[in-house]
């Protein structure tokens, strides 16, 4: 039930003829299959991924699979939405008609066509334009139109003649913004990686003056990280000082959007994984602006990227030292443990572990700020085996450092449940 209809128990009663018989929810897309049944067009197309070749209700094996669109019956369901507004029934928005084959097909040949006389650049740019339109809309489309060879064909017009492209053209904005929409499989990713060419382009394109570029250059070198498997090829592309500034300038840029934010962490996250070039990360000003955004910006799942990477970072001598001299880096810290979720809890804690080990002074900010508390708090709940380890190694650690009316002093202390050590 989409989440604006949850409280139906107060005495609405949804029309039985608007339900899907399939999921009993009510329908946002009805579309209408060969025996005349109506569905919605997600449920029916789940039923029909799963080799299903029969009507659900009927049982009549279906003489084809197209869906028909039942604009009668979604206008009616409207109607009937807007007429329980009061009850807090909301609208259904008019859902977006699915990619045509054909049409896909159609595009993709007019953005793969040779420039000339009879094809301008800006009408091959508006042809992927009008893909990344429909990429958008649902990941059905995504599906079609990738099928269809569209990232061979956006990866030879992104990387054409990398020498002489100019990064601002319409038609690498078009094609970059769209490739990073499909999924890319291992063999493509490794086809960019192993072609310093192509590498250098995409470096160059985190400088552009355009920052939807520059974004999506992120957001794909994150992509070609995670997709190849060889580490070789992972050195080639984080090898370079450029990329590490070009990645963190999208964090410390005081305009950046939620999505170039979300896209810069998930880089520097990608890159810092390359533990052989993580100094350049530390050189490059990662420790300052990670530290800065994570104590303002970031939602859950950035906040565990980026915490995660101020981990790996910690595992550098020179990267202690730098995130020991920023004055928020031990407080955050701590303030994070059991606050945000487990996997936070655990980066968090790897961090001041290390922190904490490379220096006496993060050991006394450690226990002003309250560690010790949020240590025994924490290997004492159903947090991970690896956080309660951390914990363990770090209340060691600062034995010498705890307040004389520490908690860990007093008799309540020896009454608890954490494990001796």
Same mark, same amino acid.
């Given at each position: 039930m989409p989440g604006n209809l949850e409280p139906l128990d107060l005495g609405i009663q949804i029309p039985y003829h608007f339900r899907c018989p399939i999921s009993l929810d009510l329908m946002s897309d009805p579309v209408t299959i060969s025996t005349g049944q109506t569905y919605d067009r997600t449920s029916?197309?789940?039923?029909?991924?799963?080799?299903?070749?029969?009507?659900?209700?009927?049982?009549?094996?279906l003489s084809d699979f197209t869906l028909i669109p039942n604009h009668t019956l979604r206008r009616l369901i409207q109607e009937?939405?807007?007429?329980?507004?009061?009850?807090?029934?909301?609208?259904?928005?008019?859902?977006?008609?699915?990619?045509?084959?054909?049409?896909?097909?159609?595009?993709?040949?007019?953005?793969?066509?040779?420039?000339?006389?009879?094809?301008?650049?800006?009408?091959?740019?508006?042809a992927i334009r009008r893909? !990344?339109? *429909?990429?958008?809309? &649902?990941?059905?489309? =995504? %599906?079609?139109? $990738?099928?269809?060879?569209?990232r061979e064909i956006l990866v030879r017009i992104l990387f054409a003649d990398v020498e002489t492209t100019s990064s601002s053209s319409?038609?690498?904005?078009?094609?970059?913004?769209?490739?990073?929409?499909?999924?890319?499989?291992?063999?493509?990713?490794?086809?960019?990686?192993?072609?310093?060419?192509?590498?250098?382009?995409?470096? !160059?394109? *985190?400088?552009?003056? &355009?920052?939807?570029? =520059? %974004?999506?250059? $992120?957001?794909?070198?994150?992509m070609v990280l995670t997709g190849s498997k060889s580490m070789d090829l992972k050195l080639i592309i984080s090898g370079s000082d450029s990329i590490f500034e070009g990645v963190l300038d999208l964090l410390k840029n005081p305009i950046s959007s939620r999505r170039a934010l979300k896209i810069g962490i998930k880089a520097i996250f990608a890159l810092c994984l390359v533990k052989q070039t993580r100094h350049?990360?530390?050189?490059?000003?990662?420790?300052?602006?990670?530290?800065?955004?994570?104590?303002?910006?970031?939602?859950?799942?950035?906040?565990?990227?980026?915490?995660?990477t101020v981990e790996l970072l910690c595992r550098l001598p020179e990267g202690c030292a730098a995130f020991g001299e920023h004055a928020l880096t031990v407080p955050l810290m701590v303030k994070t443990i059991l606050r945000v979720s487990e996997r936070a809890t655990e980066y968090a804690a790897g961090a001041l572990l290390a922190l904490c080990t490379a220096e006496e002074r993060c050991r006394d900010e450690a226990a002003a700020a309250g560690l010790v508390t949020q240590l025994l708090l924490l290997?004492?709940?159903?947090?991970?085996?690896?956080?309660?380890?951390k914990a363990q190694m770090l209340l060691k650690l600062l034995r010498d450092s705890w307040p004389d009316d520490s908690t860990v002093n007093s008799d309540d202390f020896n009454r608890s449940e954490v494990a001796p050590f």
């Open positions: 029916i197309d789940s039923w029909i991924a799963m080799g299903n070749t029969t009507c659900p209700v009927t049982r009549v094996a009937w939405c807007v007429a329980n507004r009061s009850n807090g029934v909301e609208r259904i928005p008019t859902p977006k008609q699915p990619a045509d084959p054909i049409s896909v097909r159609s595009l993709l040949s007019q953005a793969s066509a040779i420039t000339g006389t009879h094809v301008s650049v800006r009408s091959r740019a508006a893909l !990344r339109g *429909l990429a958008r809309d &649902s990941e059905k489309n =995504r %599906v079609l139109i $990738a099928g269809h060879n569209a319409e038609l690498v904005s078009e094609s970059l913004a769209l490739l990073v929409l499909l999924h890319m499989t291992e063999t493509e990713c490794e086809a960019i990686a192993s072609d310093p060419g192509r590498v250098g382009f995409m470096t !160059r394109l *985190l400088f552009d003056s &355009s920052i939807e570029i =520059r %974004v999506n250059a $992120a957001a794909l070198i994150e350049l990360a530390i050189s490059a000003g990662a420790p300052g602006i990670l530290i800065d955004r994570l104590a303002a910006d970031f939602d859950r799942c950035d906040t565990e990227r980026g915490l995660a290997v004492q709940s159903d947090c991970t085996e690896r956080a309660k380890r």
